[in-house]
């Protein structure tokens, strides 16, 4: 169940980046809320799964444990997914 609970935090943080791209920076304003969301709620899976345990963000003892560092590294990870599309999006129109 922390495995879930953390996937659920790593989703909201990358969805929270989406919201403030779109929101605050003006970033994707062409896609919609909904899609720079989703966009940033895979990002921060993408971050919290794959990304922060490059980092040591999370040793095999305590997998299921929260840590703030890997939430950080899921935030940051959906904020760079976020500009990458925004710039595919820009450059190639989709």
Excluded: C, Q
Aim: overall charge positive.
């Amino acid at each position: 169940m922390p495995n879930m609970m953390n996937t659920m935090l790593w989703a909201i943080a990358g969805g929270t980046a989406g919201w403030i791209s779109y929101s605050f920076m003006d970033l994707n304003e062409e896609r919609g809320l909904k899609t720079v969301i989703a966009i940033g709620m895979f990002g921060g899976f993408l971050g919290g799964k794959l990304v922060a345990p490059l980092f040591g963000a999370g040793s095999a003892v305590n997998s299921g444990d929260f840590s703030p560092f890997t939430l950080f590294i899921a935030f940051a990870s959906a904020a760079a997914v976020l500009i990458v599309s925004s710039k595919v999006h820009k450059r190639f129109g989709f």
